[in-house]
């Protein structure tokens, strides 16, 4: 893959197509974004139980830049383990955000192994430019973004946090992605953004 910075315009995904006239956003439109993706890869979706497919623009109405799908598979607090597939459309982001310490629930420690495409991992550490790609315009405006450590990952490689509560984010390359994530236990209590209209 070239160095150089990929460009938002070449992953041509069109925001007005996700969102209804008032403004909510189009779930079975989004949904359908993921399958045809799926087929691309040749992910067998088709067992998968769709009307529990999570699916989010996080409340910023910037889905194709800003958004994710996914299944939660499991959510263990009493032996702490959790397990998730995340799916991101090309160039789609998971906004910045940190697990911290809540009540009786440590901080979740995460890692990621990506299966299909390739994503960029961003968190804290020490800058390495240029950067990978374009980050979404909404995030940088709103001064959302505070990770510019990044590694790129790759299918059957994993990346994990540097430590627990660390500012993470991941974007996916131009193909898109599908990764699992294997954590501690996920609290919403927990969780922090670092952009403040986050909803969701």
């Known amino acids: 893959m070239s160095a ?8 041509k995904l069109n925001n007005k ?54 299944f939660f598979w499991v959510n263990n607090k009493e032996y702490n383990y959790y397990g998730s597939e ?9 906004v910045e955000h940190a697990h911290v310490d809540a009540g009786d629930v440590k901080a979740k420690m995460e890692a990621w192994l990506v299966r299909y495409g390739n994503v960029w991992s961003f968190s804290e550490g020490e800058a390495n430019l240029p950067l990978p790609i374009e980050l979404p315009k909404s995030q940088e405006d709103a001064k959302a973004i505070t990770s510019r450590h990044w590694t790129l990952v790759k299918p059957g490689e994993m ?28 609290a919403d209590a927990g969780l922090r953004f670092t952009n403040p209209g986050v909803t969701g």
């Open 86 to 94: 995340i799916y991101l459309l090309p160039g789609q982001m998971i």
């Open 17 to 70: 197509s996700f969102y209804k006239a008032d403004g909510s956003l189009d779930v079975e439109k989004a949904k359908q974004a993921y399958f045809d993706m799926f087929k691309r890869f040749k992910y067998p979706y088709e067992c998968l139980d769709h009307k529990n497919m999570m699916l989010t623009d996080f409340g910023l109405k910037d889905f194709p830049n800003v958004g994710m799908a996914g």
């Open 159 to 186: 990346a994990a946090l540097n430590r627990p509560g660390a500012k993470h984010f991941l974007i996916a390359g131009p193909q898109g992605a599908i990764a699992t994530e294997f954590a501690t236990y996920h």
């Open 4 to 11: 150089e910075t990929i460009k938002r315009a070449s992953l």
